[in-house]
């Protein structure tokens, strides 16, 4: 995978689990690339006593915009479609032709209509499996922690595991 943004919804997810090393084994990379935006949502939890986001910022850098980004990053703020931080996102993807990795299946639309590749928590839970980081009952395990963190039901677990 070429350049590539994070969502705060997946940096969460894998934080709630421990498995940001995972996380960071899959992507290939050291240091997992955030935008201003995403570090902003990310810090909110702390001021409720979440202790998570410690471990994201411990695993993280912060990519910045530049001027033709931030240009771009105003006109998408501006049309009101999503957050500041997904809008963020889009910008610089857009102008990097990087990826954007996000649970936020409005989010991903949006993107895909701007000329940006999404990448969704299923396809990454694929990636896991196909590259070999963990067996299917390891990743079944995996799916379950982040569920129970995360209070919700994955829906792609059938096609994750070939029961399509």
């Known amino acids: 995978m070429s350049g590539f943004l994070l ?11 421990n498995a940001l090393a995972l996380l960071r084994e899959l992507l290939g990379c050291d240091r ?16 409720y006593g979440y202790d998570f986001p410690r471990r994201i910022l411990a695993a993280v850098d912060t990519v910045l915009m530049s001027a033709d980004e931030a240009a771009s990053f105003e006109a998408l ?3 009101g479609k999503v957050s500041a931080a997904d809008a963020e996102i889009v910008a610089i993807c857009q102008h990097r032709g990087w ?4 649970m936020d ?9 701007q ?7 299923c396809a990454l839970l694929k990636a896991v499996l196909s590259g070999g980081l963990l067996t299917e009952d390891q990743l079944r395990a995996l799916i379950e922690q982040m ?12 096609e994750l595991f070939g029961h399509t």
């Open 7 to 17: 969502d705060t919804d997946i940096l969460s997810i894998f934080a709630k689990v």
């Open 77 to 79: 703020r501006l049309e």
């Open 105 to 113: 299946r409005v989010a991903a639309r949006y993107a895909e209509k």
């Open 99 to 102: 990826f954007y990795i996000t």
């Open 115 to 121: 000329g940006v590749r999404a990448v969704d928590l």
């Open 32 to 47: 997992l690339p955030i935008t201003t935006g995403v570090f902003n949502e990310i810090v909110v939890p702390l001021e």
């Open 147 to 158: 569920e129970r963190a995360d209070h919700t039901i994955f829906p792609f677990r059938d």
